[in-house]
């Protein structure tokens, strides 16, 4: 078992660690060399105190925030925070203690129903919002000129006039994601500094609530936009809040998997809205309704946020969160409703006090954290990472597929029904291979499967579009659906999972919730021009063109993860310092070595991830930093070793 937050910062290599105090009396720094030395300082901010300081330090903690019963808890809680693995050595824990600790490790799914219940409640909630997606794809695509229409849009787009309107068909459908984009992201911090986990994810479901009723009553396509709109104040600020709330609660040993819940979820919501589809497609209308089935449709989103609203009270509030407001005591009542023991959570408690003594220190020494994402070279190139990534989530076309996929099965040869039949079965495919990604994302990395899957979904985005010169029927369906279901298999561990991990772990502590601000507002923007684009570019260059233009994107993914994006799997937040320090000439040169291995029989130039991967063959591989732990090409390299310890080099 590893510290709750201790794996992800490391301690700076300079002999024995000082304590917190010998830190604050060391000699001024230059800015960059102190905020580095505070991010150190966030790894083991315990380490080289004495075991009777730390207790004392644990029980003083204990007074001064009205638990004086707890400090014998909190005296096992400091010796335990800082070093949670030597819990057999320490005469001071009881049997009992012992047991529940070494369970931890052999046990790690062995938790409290209320940690399972808070989980649950707060990744749910990510279904509704994907299949709304889902539902409007329906509700908002164009009958194009040969009137393929699927779902619900039979009756909404003739219904509101705006049939053969692309644009205006596009900015209705991604209303939504223009909210998120503009407004719904950024009012993440705000929202949770004024009301907290809870209340923020109580609110955005309770919006979330009356927007997905309301689109259900409208009759015009600017009243369905404003509603859309408005849902997307709503899933903004969600999307950022649930992976911090959980995260905050969770404990580090499962703590990895529950975040990638987050694309499981997601899948699970694409497939909600695809069934939903199929379940209210041949509604008949009553008298003096018209469209009653499309509207069943978008608002019976609405069921899920309302279930959240009644049941997230019942989860504990985040105990970072009531520690940032001073109340500790109640911190340590939630903790203690997450955990087997009070050991366990005076030991989380005390240590999330300390890194929160630290980060205020950080936060009193850095400057502009907005300057700094540029400034400072650790943080511009976590930023250029992640942006990567969330900018790919989208530009790899699997949205198109999520958003359109009833049209484009359309377009193939598919009945109406039928098109939804499909559809549903890309959802299903896309929740199953979601699940293994909780597996796959730490067994195999997030670079490998970048790598892997960015030029298979190209390819299978090619097979799709050119499917559709087949010219015999039955040939041409089946193709353009095998290529769709075979993007989805690969998306669904790869691009799927990799981007919001990526992202959450890229950035050092300071600036992490500023970072998965621009993330999210990245992805939710760039959906919002997808959304608003596919139409026109399929009436424009027809779906074999514009199956082509993501195919390509697809292509240029791969490249920019090759040259661009750092490995981050396996490594504490002290490694991910020195990572993300390399000059990007190095890394750049590290890709190209990983592209270009001489073979051991000849001389001819052959990509070492082919070599290694695809023919099987011992290859070494090629070596990033002088590190015993991180993989080094001496010769590849020559130049880029000397820029080492340029933190701010390019």
């Not at 931890?104 to 709304?132: G, I």
């Not at 507002?521 to 684009?533: E, R």
């Not at 195919?551 to 791969?558: S, V």
């Not at 990983?594 to 001819?604: D, G, H, K, R, V």
Request: a neutral charge; glycine letters at 6%; hydrophobic letters at 45%.
């Amino acid at each position: 078992m590893s510290n709750p937050i201790a794996s992800t910062v490391g301690s700076p290599d300079t002999g024995k660690p000082p304590s917190v105090e010998q830190h604050e009396q060391s000699a001024p720094k230059s800015q960059p060399e102190d905020l580095h030395r505070l991010n150190s300082k966030l790894a083991h901010p315990l380490s080289g105190i004495p075991h009777e300081e730390l207790m004392e330090m644990g029980a003083s903690y204990a007074r001064e925030n009205e638990m004086e019963d707890l400090q014998d808890e909190f005296r096992k809680g400091a010796l335990l925070a800082q070093n949670p693995q030597a819990f057999d050595t320490l005469p001071l824990l009881t049997d009992d203690d012992k047991y529940y600790l070494r369970r931890e490790v052999t046990h790690k799914w062995s938790h409290p129903k209320d940690l399972y219940h808070m989980v649950v409640m707060e990744w749910v909630r990510n279904p509704y919002k994907h299949a709304v997606k889902a539902r409007v794809t329906l509700a908002n695509n164009r009958i194009t000129d040969e009137t393929v229409i699927n779902g619900a849009n039979l009756f909404f787009l003739k219904q509101f006039g705006i049939e053969h309107r692309e644009w205006i068909a596009g900015l209705v459908n991604s209303a939504p994601y223009l909210a998120c984009f503009t407004v719904g992201c950024w009012l993440t911090h705000p929202l949770n500094k004024q009301f907290g986990r809870r209340n923020t994810i109580f609110i955005t479901c309770f919006i979330s609530f009356v927007t997905c009723l309301w689109q259900g009553f409208t009759n015009t396509w600017p009243h369905m936009f404003v509603a859309r709109f408005m849902l997307g104040i709503g899933i903004g600020p969600k999307s950022s809040t649930v992976p911090v709330y959980a995260a905050e609660c969770s404990p580090p040993a499962i703590r990895g998997a529950l975040v990638m819940m987050w694309q499981m979820w997601t899948a699970f919501g694409i497939m909600l809205g695809y069934i939903a589809d199929v379940a209210f497609y041949n509604v008949q209308d009553p008298p003096h309704i018209t469209g009653l089935n499309w509207r069943l449709m978008l608002a019976s989103a609405m069921i899920i946020p309302l279930i959240v609203c009644f049941q997230v009270y019942f989860c504990p509030e985040s105990p970072r969160y009531e520690m940032l407001k001073g109340r500790h005591k109640r911190a340590f009542n939630s903790l203690a409703r997450l955990r087997w023991t009070k050991v366990q959570a005076a030991r989380d408690l005390f240590y999330m006090h300390t890194l929160l003594k630290v980060e205020a220190e950080l936060n009193r020494k850095s400057g502009s954290k907005l300057v700094e994402f540029f400034t400072v070279g650790r943080n511009r190139r976590a930023m250029i990472g992640s942006e990567i990534v969330m900018f790919m989530q989208q530009f790899c076309g699997v949205n198109v597929i999520a958003y359109y996929s009833s049209v484009i099965f359309k377009d193939s040869g598919f009945s109406v029904i039928d098109s939804l039949l499909a559809s549903l079965g890309f959802g299903i495919i896309n929740f199953l291979f979601a699940i293994p990604a909780v597996y796959t994302i730490d067994t195999f990395g997030r670079r490998f499967l970048l790598l892997t899957t960015f030029p298979l979904m190209g390819l299978f985005l090619l097979f799709t579009g050119f499917s559709f010169w087949i010219p015999d029927r039955e040939a041409r369906i089946g193709c353009v659906a095998l290529g769709i279901y075979l993007f989805g298999i690969v998306y669904s561990p790869g691009e799927g999972p990799v981007p919001f991990t990526y992202s959450a772990e890229a950035y050092p502590l300071y600036i992490r919730d500023l970072g998965m601000s621009l993330a999210t507002a990245t992805t939710w923007g760039f959906n919002w021009l997808l959304s608003m684009t596919w139409l026109p570019l399929v009436r424009a260059f027809k779906p074999q063109g514009a199956f082509g233009y993501y195919a390509a994107w697809n292509g240029i993914g791969f490249v920019l993860v090759l040259l661009f994006l750092p490995e981050t799997k396996g490594r504490t937040l002290e490694e991910l310092d020195r990572v993300f320090e390399v000059p990007t000439r190095s890394q750049m040169k590290y890709g190209l070595a990983q592209q270009e291995i001489t073979t051991l029989t000849s001389n001819i130039q052959v990509p070492w991830f082919f070599k290694r991967y695809i023919f099987q063959q011992d290859a070494p591989p090629p070596k990033l930093l002088e590190l015993e732990d991180i993989e080094y090409h001496p010769d590849a390299f020559q130049s880029g070793s000397k820029e080492m310890g340029e933190g701010n080099s390019v």
